[in-house]
Structures are given as structure tokens and as C-alpha cells.
């Protein structure tokens, strides 16, 4: 740890340091992995096809399902497309009807 602690102090950016925890130790658990990689993902700038493509890809592996799954999609979608489901009648329940 001392040696870690020595080698990151000068690092720019809490990444960096996990990449090179990463490096060192190998990787997080891949399911902890997956549900992080789920939690940082945006729609931006992607169409929603391509976005809807990304998130379901992303949740692989992660155990999310069901009501947290819609839930964390909805929470990363557009602000704009956010506000319009809200105003829709009924929303799917389930990632696969998205």
C-alpha cells in the first residue's frame, strides 16, 4: 500500500488511479464493474436506437433487472426525452419493451 500510496500521489485524476490500481491488482469485480460501467453511461448526443443498444449491451452481466434496470435507462436518457415520458400516459415496465 505504502508503495501505491508513493506512486499515486502525483496522479491528475481519481481514473488514472484506478487505472493503475487496475494495472497493479486487476480488475474490480466484474459484476461491481458492470453495475459502475451502467451507473456512467449518458445518452448525449447518441440517437435513442443506438443509446438503447449501449445500455442493454452495458447491463450484460450486471444483475440489474426488471424495475432497476428501466429505472437507471430512464435516469440516463436525455433531459428533454426524459420530461416527454413523463407526460406519457403509460411507460413500459420492462427494459425489453424500451
Known amino acids: 500500500m505504502e508503495r501505491i500510496v508513493e506512486e499515486t500521489l502525483g496522479e491528475e485524476t481519481v481514473e488514472k488511479l484506478f487505472t493503475r490500481i487496475r494495472e497493479k491488482f486487476g480488475e474490480f469485480d466484474k459484476e461491481s464493474k458492470k453495475v459502475n460501467d451502467l451507473r456512467l453511461l449518458e445518452q448525449g448526443g447518441k440517437t435513442c436506437n443506438k443509446y438503447i443498444q449501449i445500455s442493454k449491451k452495458t447491463a450484460r452481466g450486471s444483475r440489474y433487472e426488471r424495475t432497476l434496470l428501466v429505472e437507471e435507462f430512464k435516469r440516463e436518457l436525455n ?9 406519457a400516459k403509460s411507460l413500459p415496465s420492462i427494459i425489453e419493451k424500451w
Do not use: P
Open 79 to 87: 433531459g428533454i426525452i426524459r420530461r416527454k415520458l413523463a407526460e
